[in-house]
C-alpha cells in the first residue's frame, strides 16, 4: 500500500520564501471598518432626523383632526372645517416632503464626500505600497545580478 507524501513540510518552506506583509491587510480592515462606522453615522443621523419629520407631522395631523372633529353649530362649518383641514394638510405634506428631501440631499453629499475621501485614501495607499514594492524587487535585482565577491 502507498504511503501519502507529507507535503506540509514543503509547503511550509514555500510559503516561507514569499513572505507576506500583513500590515496592508491590517491596514485595509481598519480603513474599511472606519468608513463602515462614518457611512453608519451617515444613515442613523438620517434616521433620526426622518422620524422627527415623521413625528412632527404625525402629532400635527392629529391635532388638526381634532380641531375638526369637534361638534359644529351650523353643517356649512362641517364642509369648512373638512376644506380648511384638507388644506391644511396639502401644505403640510408640501412642507414635510420638502424637510425629507433636504435630508436625502444632505445624506447624498455626505455619502460622496466619504466615498471622494475613501477612493483618494485608498489611491495614495495603493501608491505607497507600489513604490515599496519596486523598491523591494529593485533591491532584490540588484543582489541578484551583482557579481560574486
Same mark, same amino acid.
Given at each position: 500500500?502507498?504511503?501519502a507524501?507529507?507535503?506540509?513540510?514543503?509547503?511550509?518552506?514555500m510559503m516561507?520564501?514569499f513572505?507576506?506583509?500583513?500590515?496592508?491587510f491590517d491596514? *485595509?480592515f481598519? !480603513?474599511? @471598518?472606519?468608513?463602515? /462606522?462614518?457611512?453608519?453615522? $451617515?444613515?442613523? +443621523?438620517?434616521a =433620526?432626523?426622518?422620524?422627527?419629520?415623521?413625528?412632527?407631522?404625525t402629532k400635527?395631523?392629529?391635532?388638526?383632526?381634532?380641531?375638526?372633529?369637534k361638534?359644529k353649530?351650523e353643517?356649512?362649518?362641517?364642509?369648512?372645517?373638512m376644506?380648511d383641514?384638507?388644506?391644511?394638510?396639502?401644505?403640510? *405634506?408640501?412642507? !414635510?416632503? @420638502?424637510?425629507?428631501? /433636504?435630508?436625502?440631499?444632505? $445624506?447624498?453629499? +455626505?455619502?460622496? =464626500?466619504?466615498?471622494?475621501?475613501?477612493?483618494?485614501?485608498?489611491s495614495?495607499?495603493?501608491?505607497?505600497?507600489?513604490?515599496?514594492?519596486?523598491e523591494?524587487?529593485?533591491?532584490?535585482?540588484k543582489?541578484?545580478t551583482?557579481?560574486?565577491k
Amino acid at each position: 500500500m502507498a504511503k501519502a507524501q507529507d507535503f506540509t513540510a514543503t509547503l511550509k518552506d514555500m510559503m516561507g520564501a514569499f513572505p507576506v506583509d500583513t500590515s496592508a491587510f491590517d491596514g *485595509a480592515f481598519k !480603513n474599511q @471598518a472606519e468608513l463602515g /462606522e462614518k457611512f453608519t453615522s $451617515v444613515a442613523l +443621523e438620517a434616521a =433620526e432626523k426622518s422620524a422627527a419629520i415623521s413625528t412632527k407631522w404625525t402629532k400635527d395631523t392629529l391635532a388638526k383632526l381634532g380641531d375638526m372633529s369637534k361638534a359644529k353649530a351650523e353643517p356649512a362649518d362641517y364642509a369648512k372645517a373638512m376644506t380648511d383641514f384638507a388644506s391644511a394638510q396639502a401644505e403640510v *405634506a408640501s412642507e !414635510n416632503m @420638502a424637510a425629507f428631501a /433636504e435630508v436625502a440631499k444632505k $445624506v447624498q453629499q +455626505e455619502t460622496v =464626500e466619504l466615498m471622494m475621501a475613501a477612493g483618494k485614501s485608498a489611491s495614495e495607499e495603493a501608491s505607497a505600497a507600489m513604490k515599496k514594492a519596486t523598491e523591494e524587487v529593485t533591491t532584490a535585482a540588484k543582489k541578484a545580478t551583482a557579481p560574486a565577491k
